[in-house]
């Protein structure tokens, strides 16, 4: 998932978000109380679980539109198997036949500053979601932030988080300026198949020459095939 921390490497710049697709019948149809969920990764490749994940909370949370964020850069980690049109060719090969999920790029890869892109692309009062698994949303709520208060402050002034279980459940961190946003962070029902899938396994498996088949959906992984991909050495992601 995207990474957690205040402001992106360049802070002077606005975050801005550009779209690669559209939803057909996502937010923007909708006239009024229009309920966004926002899905940031590096997709290195999208998986299985990044699709179920988006698809649980768009269900669970009667979401009018899903929006898969991919940073142009990530803070913490350099990609160099698979670059940036690349993992929107296989995004949008996995969410081809929902109308209600959209794929967009952005400036920033923090969540602070993605969420202040998303504002700026939709209508006013377009309520946003986080869609993030147990890791990262451990590492966003804890994260040694200079003013933990006021980052998490801005962080919930306009989103809140729906957090999936990943590996084992999530659980609430103790520290208080996380516990004063307790409302706004919700469990996001996931089937248990999911929780161990991760990017990371899928590259190590293909650069071992061993099946993926089931851990991403079947146009992504003739792509992959097709194009050679994830074939050298394996970077761990962050």
Not at 48 to 64: C, D, G, M, N, P
């Amino acid at each position: 998932m995207a990474s957690p921390g205040r402001r992106s490497d360049d802070p002077s710049k606005t975050p801005q978000l550009s779209f690669y697709r559209a939803a057909p019948a996502g937010a923007g149809v909708i006239p009024q109380a229009r309920r966004l969920g926002i899905l940031s990764a590096a997709f290195n490749p999208i998986t299985s679980a990044h699709v179920a994940i988006a698809q649980s909370a768009y269900h669970y949370f009667k979401l009018h539109e899903v929006l898969f964020v991919l940073p142009i850069s990530q803070p913490h980690k350099l990609i160099h198997d698979a670059p940036i049109d690349t993992r929107l060719e296989m995004i949008a090969l996995a969410v081809q036949d929902n109308p209600s999920f959209s794929i967009g790029t952005c400036t920033h890869g923090l969540f602070i500053d993605i969420g202040h892109a998303v504002e700026g692309a939709y209508p006013p009062a377009t309520r946003r979601w986080f869609i993030t698994g147990r890791d990262a949303a451990e590492r966003i709520l804890t994260w040694p932030y200079p003013d933990p208060a006021a980052a998490l402050a801005e962080l919930f002034t306009d989103t809140e988080l729906l957090v999936a279980d990943r590996e084992w459940a999530f659980a609430l961190p103790e520290a208080a300026p996380v516990r004063a946003y307790a409302d706004r962070i919700h469990h996001l029902p996931l089937p248990d198949a999911y929780s161990q899938v991760s990017a990371t396994e899928i590259r190590r498996r293909v650069a071992d020459g061993d099946d993926i088949s089931g851990l991403v959906l079947p146009p992504v992984l003739d792509y992959i095939r097709a194009h050679g991909l994830y074939r050298g050495e394996v970077e761990a992601d962050s």
